[in-house]
């Protein structure tokens, strides 16, 4: 069973539009990171964000938390193709501040 | 600065048989762990270690042994393989510490027929 559940499992879209990725759980995290992996690759960092409703944001990329701490979402403007890939969350828990747990991914495709 | 390698990057095994995959990384970095990646899955944890001479089970550690005689390598060892263990095996190292970013390697390929 998966600690983090993230939404949808699958997104197909034309270039130039909006998408949102969720990443949910019953649990209360430390801290939350989003991931980017490309095929035959390991994932890479993205984002960490680590305060309730903390907001941040990498160019066309705006990452939020949730206030209770128990949620994230990524948001895409204007998707473009290399935007395409597998976007994955993770948490931290404080009582094992290192242990990372990961969601079950979003894999992406943004059609030209 | 050569970060997170994994050796080797493919393999295949039968039924049975053992095999270590290696991980090192020359960060220094005190945390490291090793994932699974299956279809559909995302990554789950098999095990970590934070420090030289500690190790902890993750999620799924059946089937599956490390141990942490240095701060660069984390071996992970299959005793016997069973085709359950099929997947993409990655290792990750981080500094100790809330909010550290994990660095991976680029992954092993491991069937089991």
């Known amino acids: 069973t998966q600690l983090l559940e993230q939404s949808p499992q699958f997104l197909s879209i034309q270039e130039g539009e909006n998408l949102t990725v969720y990443c949910n759980s019953s649990s209360v995290f430390s801290s939350l990171q989003w991931y980017r992996q490309e095929p035959g690759e390991g994932p890479v960092l993205l984002v960490t964000?680590?305060?309730?409703?903390e907001v941040k944001k990498l160019k066309r990329l705006t990452f939020q938390f949730g206030d209770a701490r128990k949620d994230s979402s990524l948001h895409i403007t204007a998707a473009q193709p290399g935007d395409t890939g597998l976007y994955l969350c993770?948490?931290?828990?404080?009582?094992?501040?290192?242990?990372?747990?990961f969601g079950s991914g979003t894999r992406l495709s943004i059609r030209p | 600065n050569a970060g997170v390698t994994q050796t080797p990057k493919f393999q295949v095994l039968k039924t049975g048989q053992s095999m270590t995959l290696q991980c090192a990384q020359d960060m220094n970095h005190e945390y490291m762990s090793w994932y699974r990646q299956d279809p559909g899955m995302g990554l789950r944890l098999i095990h970590y270690s934070v420090g030289a001479g500690i190790t902890d089970q993750g999620e799924v550690p059946n089937g599956y042994n490390v141990s942490r005689s240095t701060t660069e390598d984390f071996p992970l060892r299959l005793l016997s393989a069973a085709p359950s263990q099929t997947s993409v095996y990655f290792c990750a190292s981080s500094y100790e510490g809330k909010n550290t970013e994990a660095f991976f390697g680029q992954g092993t390929r491991l069937t089991v027929v």
């Open positions: 964000v680590v305060t309730g409703g």
């Open positions: 993770a948490a931290c828990w404080y009582s094992s501040a290192s242990k990372i747990i």
